[in-house]
């Protein structure tokens, strides 16, 4: 189970999910019909009786749109940086 948070201003709680547990940065996700990218992954651990267990994990995403968007602005603002 995630908590998913949109990072697109202003950060936005999606809710709880169920994912596969290796899902990871640059996965594609799908969430109430919107397609999303795992920007980020933070899990919490606390420990227990000398054990580490887990406490919570969060996906941070951004719109699947707005995350190729910016992958082509930074890219255009690094060409016109060497160019």
Partial sequence: MFEILDMAP???????????????????IEVEGSSYIVQTVIQRFKLVRGRYQRVDSRLEVRPTGRYFYEVYLEACMEQADNG
């Fill in 10 to 28: 202003p950060p936005t709680s999606l809710g709880i999910h169920s994912f596969h547990p290796l899902t990871h940065n640059g996965d594609e």
